[in-house]
């Protein structure tokens, strides 16, 4: 078992170059260096040996985000590499056994006949091991793959000229095994075989195998099979022969890990097939799979430790009394529990805050217009987009949203959500079964209230309850049924720029839940149980949420830790701090006076700075309750959440930090924070090593957090008296006692003379409790200058005369944007990381600090940058289901989807385009110049251009008036197929209805080519990003306007105005006449 090989230039270009791979791979080469006992290095080195011949990129990222999500917890290290070792390598590995016994050969004549049969009935698909062994024997003409040897029952038909001299027997090799796929689709409960069987192919999913093309019968599948002599089949299924891709499309080279080489005839084998459609080669994804669990399994040694101990099992029976046969009860136990290692893979990342907050406002701002205008609550219908794998096996053709049959079985099998816990999109008690032949009616769901929490929404349907968790990149939208009919189901769902993950029909309107890769968990259960099931509220239930931080503190010895505490916040804590993501940690700590290159150790260490973050958390909570309203409000474009440009830059005057450049602090902040960068610079010059834990030592290092109470002054100011939700404050543990109470008539307001009391608040109880055992520790340390505070109540300014929402503001410092090689989220704060030789109390192993970000890459993470290339930044109006205004004319209008149909064809094709640039990273207005003899359209050439357009609609107009009024033809009623006779002519609508758009693919390619022919010849100036306004229509040359322009006209009727003489002589009278008139 050889030691992992140290980082050199040439592993890391096996480890792709990738910066969150090497680091994963540099803690596992800090795991094995520290760890004892060979289990232990065994399932590290297996972690290593993933990183290092993971097949795909995306799976070495994956894997590296698992590591690196518990780097710091070496038993979950190690526990990580005894599931792969139990989820990859065993799954793979045939371990060494008895020798089956061998039947009998059939005789030479009825092997012809069942060859004839097998050709004839090959369009079949195989259903069994069998079929699959002779399809393939069929495909690989009878020779084994390796060796060259032909079967010994072939065909004799199938001999080459000379024929064959040797032969073996062959058999059918499974690329993935077949007992992993084998009814795991069962509803057997309890079934440990299925249970494991299903948590592997869970794992399989994130890194791209499609599970369902191998489920059941599927396993049989050729792509799966390969014919091999039954020596190469033994050392393929035991990990010690493998397939190694070359550039060349279906040619491999066959390495082994033997001491004796295998017999082969040649170094290298090409897969080919006579019939690929009926009998295809074996797939490269499956055999590169195979390839990596053969090097891990080797190259970690994890195949010897397996044979080893399979084969005390297989002597002895028995589980040996002295102990040495517990790895075995140990796969065992695993394999019955290892679904539950699953969490550390699936790195879900919950909502901010302040989105749940936004999505449960649309939602209950929906309810109340309903109330308001009288329209009926009762549900009509439930609709959702079907994934790939959904469509096919239900026949969808169209690609379009998908209406629940309660009746359809499959349509009620359809579930949502994390990888092994999936739970079912329509709710069960409205299925209709031959147990439930009269569920109750879909009609029969009343819409009566909505609840939400910091990561889902709870509605309640009177007979029952949803609860709908976002998990990533889902958002709310409020549909009217035009709107829903005439721009929803007029696009595929990879047409329409979103998918629906849910939508609820009412009589008028949808309310639907659109997400970008449908990941997200609906629940339905009764309305009671999903309220009792909610976590507390850390805004109205302040008390319940101080008892679940002090459990979490205590059961998880936060304490001790020694990741960030940021990211152990983000990682370890998301149970309790809901909401508190990649953006909001960065502001909460800043509110809390926080560095965020704390480690969590240091910060749940001290009771004052665990009642700030807890204080700063409600404060974050308690403003976005109070403003979200009026800041979301004028975002809404005839009823859809429709943000511009400037609306979504507007949200960076909510951010303290995050994306801003600088950012107004008070003096007396401004000052404590030079005093923090002072005393850094002053020991990062030194040689000697420190430490920051205020000890009267000579290498201890005194450093104040930079907290001003102006950021938590709601909290602090809360009690039963102010009529606050929050019944009391954590001041006593933010100051010291005697402070806190010189304090008191600030806090209480004028007119309150009752003393302050100290509440018996969990989070005291607790460092009570860890003060008497931990004596070592002072967990009552402030880590403040108190000299700041009373110096300001002793001079009478109090703690909060310069409040943020002052006017005396203005005072700005430099924001240091820092992005951590270890992890793909930036940490924002106004003080800079701790040099290397300051480390943390002596207690506390220092982790490797983040490094800063500067220049080109510094510039592109800020919140103009995101919002002028229309990337996704972060916030309640950055989602993929948002309508993008478009403002033409004077008039507003929204682009529901890609290409919307519902707008007028020159409007949409020319936000498909918009959207296309800015999908290149192009912003509007900052395309390259065009040839010579062409200009960039100014305002005033817009200005032009729209008024020519208005006046063709009006001519438009007057021609379809004149001709009806000539032949008194009825106006046509728009349908889906209209039919007209011979002297009936369209409507405008229908002439709309038929125009075809090119989907968002093609038309992103077609401006691609134009930038970059454009490019070849000019280089443009681009326009300010600032400045750009996403409703504002893109500025084109007027040339390729009137191109344009043409084939509008074409597709409106362009015959009818230049036959019409009349007509265009009665539009030049209007003219003149005009003209006249006003002069």
């Not at 080459?160 to 009814?183: K, N, Q, R, V």
């Not at 040649?266 to 490269?284: G, I, T």
């Not at 402070?739 to 109880?765: K, M």
């Not at 750009?1028 to 390729?1040: A, D, Q």
């Given at each position: 078992?050889?030691?992992?090989?140290?980082?050199?230039?040439?592993?890391?270009?096996?480890?792709?170059?990738?910066?969150?791979?090497?680091?994963?791979?540099?803690?596992?080469?800090?795991?094995?260096?520290?760890?004892?006992?060979?289990?232990?290095?065994?399932?590290?080195?297996?972690?290593?040996?993933?990183?290092?011949?993971?097949?795909?990129?995306?799976?070495?990222?994956?894997?590296?985000?698992?590591?690196?999500?518990?780097?710091?917890?070496?038993?979950?290290?190690?526990?990580?590499?005894?599931?792969?070792?139990?989820?990859?390598?065993?799954?793979?590995?045939?371990?060494?056994?008895?020798?089956?016994?061998?039947?009998?050969?059939?005789?030479?004549?009825?092997?012809?006949?069942?060859?004839?049969?097998?050709?004839?009935?090959?369009?079949?698909?195989?259903?069994?091991?069998?079929?699959?062994?002779?399809?393939?024997?069929?495909?690989?003409?009878?020779?084994?793959?390796?060796?060259?040897?032909?079967?010994?029952?072939?065909?004799?038909?199938?001999?080459?000229?000379?024929?064959?001299?040797?032969?073996?027997?062959?058999?059918?090799?499974?690329?993935?095994?077949?007992?992993?796929?084998?009814?795991?689709?069962?509803?057997?409960?309890?079934?440990?075989?299925?249970?494991?069987?299903?948590?592997?192919?869970?794992?399989?999913?994130?890194?791209?195998?499609?599970?369902?093309?191998?489920?059941?019968?599927?396993?049989?599948?050729?792509?799966?099979?390969?014919?091999?002599?039954?020596?190469?089949?033994?050392?393929?299924?035991?990990?010690?022969?493998?397939?190694?891709?070359?550039?060349?499309?279906?040619?491999?080279?066959?390495?082994?890990?033997?001491?004796?080489?295998?017999?082969?005839?040649?170094?290298?084998?090409?897969?080919?097939?006579?019939?690929?459609?009926?009998?295809?080669?074996?797939?490269?994804?499956?055999?590169?799979?195979?390839?990596?669990?053969?090097?891990?399994?080797?190259?970690?040694?994890?195949?010897?430790?397996?044979?080893?101990?399979?084969?005390?099992?297989?002597?002895?029976?028995?589980?040996?009394?002295?102990?040495?046969?517990?790895?075995?009860?140990?796969?065992?136990?695993?394999?019955?529990?290892?679904?539950?290692?699953?969490?550390?893979?699936?790195?879900?990342?919950?909502?901010?805050?302040?989105?749940?907050?936004?999505?449960?406002?649309?939602?209950?701002?929906?309810?109340?217009?309903?109330?308001?205008?009288?329209?009926?609550?009762?549900?009509?219908?439930?609709?959702?987009?079907?994934?790939?794998?959904e469509a096919k096996s239900f026949g969808l053709k169209d690609g379009?949203?998908?209406?629940?049959?309660?009746?359809?079985?499959?349509?009620?099998?359809?579930?949502?959500?994390?990888?092994?816990?999936?739970?079912?999109?329509?709710?069960?008690?409205?299925?209709?079964?031959?147990?439930?032949?009269?569920?109750?009616?879909?009609?029969?769901?009343?819409?009566?209230?909505?609840?939400?929490?910091?990561?889902?929404?709870?509605?309640?349907?009177?007979?029952?309850?949803?609860?709908?968790?976002?998990?990533?990149?889902?958002?709310?939208?409020?549909?009217?049924?035009?709107?829903?009919?005439?721009?929803?189901?007029?696009?595929?769902?990879?047409?329409?720029?979103?998918?629906?993950?849910?939508?609820?029909?009412?009589?008028?309107?949808?309310?639907?839940?659109?997400?970008?890769?449908?990941?997200?968990?609906?629940?339905?259960?009764?309305?009671?149980?999903?309220?009792?099931?909610?976590?507390?509220?850390?805004?109205?239930?302040?008390?319940?949420?101080?008892?679940?931080?002090?459990?979490?503190?205590?059961?998880?010895?936060?304490?001790?830790?020694?990741?960030?505490?940021?990211?152990?916040?983000?990682?370890?804590?998301?149970?309790?701090?809901?909401?508190?993501?990649?953006?909001?940690?960065?502001?909460?700590?800043?509110?809390?006076?926080?560095?965020?290159?704390?480690?969590?150790?240091?910060?749940?260490?001290?009771?004052?700075?665990?009642?700030?973050?807890?204080?700063?958390?409600?404060?974050?909570?308690?403003?976005?309750?109070?403003?979200?309203?009026?800041?979301?409000?004028?975002?809404?474009?005839?009823?859809?959440?429709?943000?511009?440009?400037?609306?979504?830059?507007?949200?960076?005057?909510?951010?303290?930090?995050?994306?801003?450049?600088?950012?107004?602090?008070?003096?007396?902040?401004?000052?404590?924070?030079?005093?923090?960068?002072?005393?850094?610079?002053?020991?990062?010059?030194?040689?000697?090593?420190?430490?920051?834990?205020?000890?009267?030592?000579?290498?201890?290092?005194?450093?104040?957090?930079?907290?001003?109470?102006?950021?938590?002054?709601?909290?602090?100011?809360?009690?039963?008296?102010?009529?606050?939700?929050?019944?009391?404050?954590?001041?006593?543990?933010?100051?010291?006692?005697?402070?806190?109470?010189?304090?008191?008539?600030?806090?209480?307001?004028?007119?309150?003379?009752?003393?302050?009391?100290?509440?018996?608040?969990?989070?005291?109880?607790?460092?009570?409790?860890?003060?008497?055992?931990?004596?070592?520790?002072?967990?009552?340390?402030?880590?403040?200058?108190?000299?700041?505070?009373?110096?300001?109540?002793?001079g009478g300014k109090g703690l909060f005369k310069e409040s943020p929402?002052?006017?005396?503001?203005?005072?700005?410092?430099?924001?240091?944007?820092?992005?951590?090689?270890?992890?793909?989220?930036?940490?924002?704060?106004?003080?800079?990381?701790?040099?290397?030789?300051?480390?943390?109390?002596?207690?506390?192993?220092?982790?490797?600090?983040?490094?800063?970000?500067?220049?080109?890459?510094?510039?592109?993470?800020?919140?103009?940058?995101?919002?002028?290339?229309?990337?996704?930044?972060?916030?309640?109006?950055?989602?993929?289901?948002?309508?993008?205004?478009?403002?033409?004319?004077?008039?507003?209008?929204?682009?529901?989807?890609?290409?919307?149909?519902?707008?007028?064809?020159?409007?949409?094709?020319?936000?498909?385009?918009?959207?296309?640039?800015?999908?290149?990273?192009?912003?509007?207005?900052?395309?390259?110049?065009?040839?010579?003899?062409?200009?960039?359209?100014?305002?005033?050439?817009?200005?032009?251009?729209?008024?020519?357009?208005?006046?063709?609609?009006?001519?438009?107009?007057?021609?379809?008036?004149?001709?009806?009024?000539?032949?008194?033809?009825?106006?046509?009623?728009?349908?889906?197929?209209?039919?007209?006779?011979?002297?009936?002519?369209?409507?405008?609508?229908?002439?709309?209805?038929?125009?075809?758009?090119?989907?968002?693919?093609?038309?992103?390619?077609?401006?691609q080519s134009e930038v970059q022919s454009e490019s070849s010849s000019?280089?443009?100036?681009?326009?300010?990003?600032?400045?750009?306004?996403?409703?504002?229509?893109?500025?084109?040359?007027?040339?390729?306007?009137?191109?344009?322009?043409?084939?509008?006209?074409?597709?409106?009727?362009?015959?009818?105005?230049?036959?019409?003489?009349?007509?265009?002589?009665?539009?030049?009278?209007?003219?003149?006449?005009?003209?006249?008139?006003?002069?």
């Open positions: 078992m050889a030691p992992l090989p140290q980082v050199t230039p040439t592993l890391e270009s096996e480890l792709m170059n990738d910066p969150y791979i090497i680091s994963a791979y540099n803690v596992c080469l800090k795991q094995e260096g520290e760890l004892t006992t060979d289990n232990e290095i065994r399932h590290i080195r297996v972690l290593g040996c993933l990183l290092r011949f993971a097949p795909k990129r995306n799976i070495g990222v994956y894997l590296a985000k698992a590591i690196l999500s518990c780097q710091d917890e070496p038993d979950i290290l190690v526990k990580l590499g005894q599931f792969f070792e139990l989820h990859v390598i065993v799954p793979f590995k045939k371990c060494r056994a008895r020798t089956p016994a061998t039947s009998s050969p059939p005789s030479r004549r009825s092997l012809e006949d069942h060859w004839k049969r097998v050709k004839a009935n090959i369009a079949q698909a195989p259903k069994n091991h069998k079929d699959a062994k002779d399809q393939a024997l069929v495909r690989d003409n009878w020779t084994c793959a390796a060796t060259g040897l032909v079967h010994f029952d072939a065909p004799t038909d199938s001999f080459t000229d000379p024929p064959p001299t040797e032969g073996a027997y062959l058999d059918c090799a499974y690329i993935i095994p077949e007992g992993m796929f084998l009814d795991v689709n069962e509803k057997r409960g309890g079934n440990p075989k299925i249970d494991f069987a299903a948590t592997i192919l869970a794992f399989l999913e994130p890194f791209g195998y499609d599970i369902n093309s191998f489920k059941g019968e599927k396993v049989h599948s050729l792509v799966n099979i390969i014919t091999m002599g039954k020596n190469t089949h033994e050392l393929f299924d035991r990990l010690q022969l493998y397939f190694e891709a070359t550039p060349t499309k279906n040619r491999y080279q066959i390495k082994y890990y033997t001491s004796l080489k295998p017999f082969l005839t040649s170094d290298f084998v090409r897969f080919s097939s006579s019939d690929p459609v009926h009998l295809p080669v074996p797939s490269p994804e499956l055999l590169a799979l195979h390839a990596t669990c053969c090097k891990v399994a080797q190259m970690s040694g994890a195949s010897e430790h397996i044979d080893k101990v399979y084969d005390e099992l297989d002597k002895t029976g028995v589980l040996a009394y002295d102990g040495t046969s517990g790895d075995i009860l140990s796969y065992k136990l695993l394999s019955l529990t290892g679904s539950s290692l699953l969490h550390i893979l699936q790195l879900n990342n919950m909502p901010e805050l302040r989105e749940a907050l936004a999505h449960h406002y649309v939602i209950d701002k929906f309810r109340k217009m309903m109330e308001e205008e009288g329209n009926p609550m009762n549900i009509r219908g439930l609709w959702a987009d079907a994934t790939g794998s379009l949203a998908l209406k629940f049959d309660p009746s359809n079985r499959a349509h009620c099998s359809m579930a949502r959500g994390n990888q092994g816990a999936q739970t079912s999109l329509f709710p069960a008690i409205l299925a209709k079964t031959t147990d439930s032949p009269n569920p109750p009616r879909i009609e029969d769901l009343v819409f009566r209230d909505s609840t939400t929490t910091t990561r889902a929404c709870i509605l309640d349907f009177t007979i029952i309850g949803l609860r709908f968790a976002y998990l990533t990149h889902t958002s709310v939208q409020i549909y009217t049924r035009d709107q829903w009919e005439d721009s929803i189901m007029s696009k595929e769902a990879i047409n329409r720029g979103f998918r629906i993950a849910l939508a609820v029909e009412f009589q008028n309107h949808f309310l639907s839940f659109l997400s970008h890769d449908l990941l997200f968990q609906p629940d339905w259960k009764p309305h009671d149980i999903l309220i009792k099931e909610m976590p507390p509220s850390l805004h109205d239930r302040y008390p319940s949420f101080l008892q679940e931080v002090g459990k979490w503190v205590e059961e998880n010895k936060a304490w001790s830790k020694t990741s960030l505490a940021p990211n152990y916040i983000r990682d370890k804590g998301r149970s309790v701090f809901m909401g508190i993501g990649s953006y909001t940690v960065s502001e909460v700590f800043f509110m809390a006076g926080l560095s965020p290159f704390l480690t969590a150790g240091e910060v749940f260490s001290s009771a004052s700075r665990v009642a700030r973050l807890c204080e700063a958390v409600w404060e974050y909570m308690d403003d976005s309750l109070r403003n979200l309203e009026s800041f979301m409000r004028p975002c809404f474009v005839k009823g859809i959440l429709a943000p511009t440009s400037k609306q979504r830059l507007k949200y960076k005057e909510w951010l303290h930090l995050w994306g801003k450049k600088q950012t107004a602090v008070p003096l007396r902040l401004k000052a404590m924070r030079q005093n923090y960068q002072d005393t850094l610079d002053s020991y990062a010059c030194k040689d000697e090593v420190f430490y920051r834990d205020n000890a009267n030592s000579e290498y201890s290092i005194c450093l104040y957090d930079v907290f001003d109470p102006v950021y938590i002054e709601n909290a602090l100011k809360a009690s039963e008296a102010s009529g606050s939700p929050k019944s009391y404050s954590l001041g006593h543990l933010i100051f010291p006692l005697d402070l806190w109470h010189s304090l008191q008539s600030e806090i209480l307001g004028s007119g309150i003379t009752s003393e302050i009391t100290v509440p018996d608040d969990p989070i005291s109880a607790l460092f009570h409790r860890l003060q008497e055992t931990h004596t070592t520790i002072n967990f009552f340390e402030h880590h403040l200058d108190l000299s700041q505070y009373l110096a300001c109540e002793l929402r002052s006017k005396k503001w203005g005072f700005e410092t430099p924001i240091v944007a820092v992005g951590s090689k270890t992890s793909d989220r930036d940490i924002w704060s106004i003080t800079s990381p701790f040099p290397e030789n300051i480390y943390p109390p002596r207690r506390i192993k220092p982790p490797d600090m983040p490094e800063v970000v500067e220049g080109p890459e510094y510039e592109a993470k800020l919140w103009d940058s995101i919002v002028g290339r229309n990337r996704i930044g972060i916030g309640p109006l950055e989602y993929a289901g948002n309508g993008r205004t478009l403002v033409h004319a004077g008039q507003k209008h929204v682009a529901i989807v890609d290409g919307d149909p519902a707008l007028p064809p020159h409007l949409a094709m020319q936000d498909v385009k918009t959207k296309a640039r800015y999908s290149l990273g192009l912003a509007v207005g900052s395309a390259p110049a065009r040839r010579s003899g062409s200009k960039t359209m100014t305002k005033k050439d817009i200005a032009l251009r729209d008024k020519k357009l208005a006046k063709y609609q009006h001519s438009k107009d007057q021609l379809d008036s004149r001709r009806k009024k000539k032949q008194n033809i009825i106006p046509l009623s728009r349908s889906p197929s209209p039919s007209h006779s011979e002297n009936q002519l369209p409507s405008t609508s229908e002439l709309l209805s038929d125009i075809e758009y090119p989907p968002p693919s093609e038309v992103q390619s077609e401006v000019h280089v443009s100036t681009p326009l300010p990003e600032a400045s750009v306004e996403i409703e504002e229509i893109e500025e084109r040359p007027i040339k390729k306007q009137r191109m344009s322009q043409d084939r509008f006209l074409a597709a409106l009727g362009q015959s009818f105005l230049d036959n019409d003489d009349e007509l265009e002589d009665g539009l030049s009278r209007g003219r003149r006449k005009t003209r006249a008139s006003h002069v």
